[in-house]
């Protein structure tokens, strides 16, 4: 059966999935790439940017080449697609990722103004969906059929998921880091009111990996 998963979402320590003050040069915000330290050593991350190498056989590896597969189609918010705030200005933003994204899968982007889908290289397609964040996984379970679907981020879209009990397992990556502030996942949360409960706790090379479900 098909699943409604995040995985390899990085926080902080003090739970910050995100620094203050996104910009299209800072795009995961002030210190937002130290949440991701764990990430850019492996050959996951490496083979994503069209590089050689990497580690495939540590903890952090491991668990950032799992956060990668299974996915038949992807949610984000529209912050984690571009910076572009208000009414689509023509069709020039077309994602942080070049000509072909990571993806490879049809990819629901949430916001409140309509664009038609466009269609990347390898196989990604964006939807943008204006109906919410039920309209987005429905359409995204239809799209992906047995395979699961990821919820990609960034912090508001997976906390409104969580909120609403959608998301039946959460890997978090947590970073040996203190941001103090940015965007905190867990603001307004009692996951353990929402039926979640930790499965499973792994240190690795950086992170600490925490599965958590339902």
């Known amino acids: 059966m098909s699943k409604v998963r995040a995985a ?3 926080i902080s320590l003090d739970g910050f999935g995100a620094g203050p ?8 915000g002030h210190r937002g790439t130290e949440l991701h330290q764990w990430y850019f050593a492996t050959r996951s991350f490496r083979a994503m940017i069209g590089e050689e190498g990497g580690d495939t056989d540590g903890v952090d590896a491991v668990h950032a080449r799992r956060a990668m597969e299974g996915f038949g189609a992807h949610i984000l918010g529209r912050n984690m697609f571009g910076p572009v705030r208000g009414p689509w200005k023509g069709d020039e933003w077309t994602g942080w990722w070049g000509d072909e994204p990571p993806f490879h899968a049809p990819t629901f982007i949430l916001t409140h103004h309509r664009r038609e889908p466009l269609v990347m290289a390898g196989g990604t397609v964006f939807h943008f969906v204006t109906e919410g964040i ?7 379970k239809a799209a992906a059929g047995d395979r699961d679907v990821k919820i990609g981020g960034g912090v508001s879209t997976l906390r409104q998921y969580l909120a609403a009990g959608l998301v039946d397992e959460l890997h978090l990556a947590v970073a040996p880091v203190l941001l103090g502030r940015g965007e905190a996942l867990f603001a307004g949360l009692d996951l353990p009111a929402l039926g979640y409960r930790v499965l499973s706790s792994e240190a690795g090379e950086i992170a600490r990996h925490v599965i958590i479900g339902r």
């Open 21 to 28: 003050d996104q910009s299209l040069a800072d795009p995961l």
């Open 8 to 10: 390899g979402f990085s």
């Open 134 to 140: 039920g309209a987005a996984l429905e359409q995204a």
